[in-house]
């Protein structure tokens, strides 16, 4: 009975007074008692022994996240023609080239431009990259006056001058210190970011626009790929593009995200194993945190505010977090042997630091079974302290945004593994 009334609230429209009534638990005394679904137990209760029975499981848990939650993404099957912007071979100081490539996806007649914004530092033969979305634009990374302003969708915001859902080039260069580009090139390391909404336009039109409309022959479902599973999607594609880039160690892509966009690229890491770094910035609910604990947000208050961020199915499990087949560690565990960083903000609350680094925690366990370290603490660090083993967290004293500590940890983290 359980059962049928969960299926049947999954097509059940949300009330509005859901969002607006909800007041978040920030209380750690008031997390309730739960369980998580271990990583190293198969569904039908058989154990992991090993690094084969772990392939197994890892494919199992995938599938859980994929139809229950981030949704089935369509495998690419059309064309990518390209074509270059803007180049400058001087950028910062001499220090590296930056360019501008138009990324054309086309498919069956439909088609959507993709605006890649890379820098490659001079000087090294094949560039470590990171790889990651930006939110307001690829002009707000730089103030070099060459770099387009994206024509795609994007959210009004009164302090960025953003009216009529249009981005402005009053912003040039303003989130310079969220990409601190010149510090990861000093370092070696290149950059490859593009604006989310060149994806997929961030609200809920019924998935018409973005890349979703390269595909109007998929009939969608209740396990049908959502916004942030496209946004992994594009991240992906973007990595198509960069493999035909000789600069570019290949072997050697970090894929990074802040807040919605660190759900996006811990997605993109589960479903893209060319990314041998993954790293969430202040993930929260859907991300690295995890859903048992329903600290800040909840799956209730993300299905309701971002409808078309999951798949229908996740609405099942809006204040059924018990019922999750899995949890957020399981994200996390499935991206094992691979390098995982996990940065929490004290005062982000919303995105339960806490819950994030318990993820980390949980997912150890599948390390220490491929031969790997895990997170080598099991106890909260103080802030400002990082740890890193093969997972890394720390939590940044301050609020929820991708900060030039963050970076300098990640950079520390990349030296870690890859030099
Ligand atoms: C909202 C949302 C979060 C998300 C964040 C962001 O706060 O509730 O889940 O991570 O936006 O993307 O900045």
Known sequence: MKRLILALTAFMPLAPSLAQNFIPNY???????????DPLQFANGQRVHDAPDWENRRIEILRLFEEEMFGVSPAWDGQMQLLELSRNNEALGGKAVQQEVKLTLERNGQWVDLVLLTYLP???????????LNFYGNHTISADEAIHVTKSWIRNNADMGYTDNRASDSNRGSRVTNWPVEEMVNRGYGLATMYYGDIDPDFDDGFANGVHALFPDEIRNDKSWGSVAAWAWGISRIVDYLEGVPGVDHGRLAVVGHSRLGKAALWAA????????????????????????????TVERINTSFPHWFNRRFRIYNNEEDSLPMDQHQLIAILAPHPVYIASAAEDLWADPKGEFLSAVAATPVYQLLGKEGLPVSEWPKVEVPV???????????????????WMQYLDFADRHWK
């Open 270 to 297: 589960a479903v893209d194993s060319r990314f041998t770094i993954a790293i969430s910035n202040n993930s929260g609910c859907g991300g690295a945190a995890l859903s048992r604990r329903r600290f800040g947000e």
């Open 122 to 132: 001079k000087g090294v033969d094949k560039a470590p990259m990171f790889v990651g």
């Open 388 to 406: 890193m083993g093969t997972l890394g967290y720390h939590v940044r004293k301050g609020g929820h945004g991708m900060l030039y500590y963050d």
């Open 27 to 37: 209380d750690e005394s008031k997390v309730p008692d739960y369980v998580l679904p």
